[in-house]
């Protein structure tokens, strides 16, 4: 079954709308990444972020790693942020290989004027 | 912030055909990647590779295909013979430390198209 569940699958916002895009997974982690994946498909980076919150501008990302679940927030979004959104988690498993993400499925967002 | 290069950026070939993916990562990685994504589909990893080995493929992983990096050159991902469900956005990955105590970085993909 899928390790990385993504919620919602798509998201219309109105421009300045906030937006929670949310990650969970079925087993422990040690560690989860959020990319966006431009249309053309090229990925950009947003955050690796194996626990707590970091924030990056409008962007917020909070792990909790006993809940076994991540978050990305979106402030006051913008027309250029649509694009879909993935995140990525690395298992803890015994002798588990190095550096394996399974990726979710993704959030796509359309952010309209 | 660091930069993994893949090149070329598109390829298309003939099935049947010998293909070669480099991958340019982040100079002083030591731990690296490869990701397939079919056109509207989920990321998939596909193998990782430390210290001139392979440390764990999936089962997308198949038989034609191989990876090696010789003299800390480009790492590559060959496919002979490529087949039709080959094509694909194919992404390098690299990482300073692995067991996902450091971040990976992506290159932005090769797009092959297999005719």
């Known amino acids: 079954g899928q390790q990385v569940q993504q919620s919602p699958a798509s998201l219309v916002l109105q421009e300045g709308e906030n937006a929670e895009l949310q990650c969970n997974f079925s087993t422990s982690l040690n560690s989860m990444q959020w990319f966006y994946q431009r249309p053309e498909g090229s990925l950009v980076s947003l955050f690796y972020n194996p626990s707590g919150t970091k924030q990056s501008g409008r962007l917020t990302s909070t792990t909790v790693i006993k809940e076994r679940r991540s978050s990305l927030h979106i402030s006051s979004s913008q027309i250029t942020d649509s694009g879909t959104y993935l995140c990525a988690m690395e298992r803890r498993d015994r002798g588990s290989a190095l550096g394996r993400l399974h990726f979710g499925a993704g959030t796509q967002l359309i952010v309209i004027p | 912030g660091p930069k993994v290069l893949q090149i070329p950026s598109h390829q298309i070939i003939d099935m049947g055909q010998m293909v070669t993916l480099n991958c340019d990562p982040v100079s002083n990685h030591l731990y690296f990647y490869w990701y397939k994504q079919i056109l509207g589909q989920q990321m998939e990893f596909l193998v990782n590779?430390?210290?001139?080995?392979?440390?764990?493929k999936s089962k997308l992983f198949k038989d034609q295909f191989s990876v090696e990096r010789p003299d800390g050159s480009y790492f590559t991902l060959k496919i002979q013979p490529t087949a039709l469900e080959d094509s694909a956005v194919y992404f390098c990955?690299?990482?300073?430390?692995?067991?996902?105590?450091?971040?990976?970085?992506f290159g932005p993909g090769t797009r092959l198209t297999v005719l």
């Open positions: 590779f430390y210290n001139g080995k392979v440390m764990e």
């Open positions: 990955a690299s990482s300073l430390v692995g067991g996902g105590y450091a971040e990976q970085f």
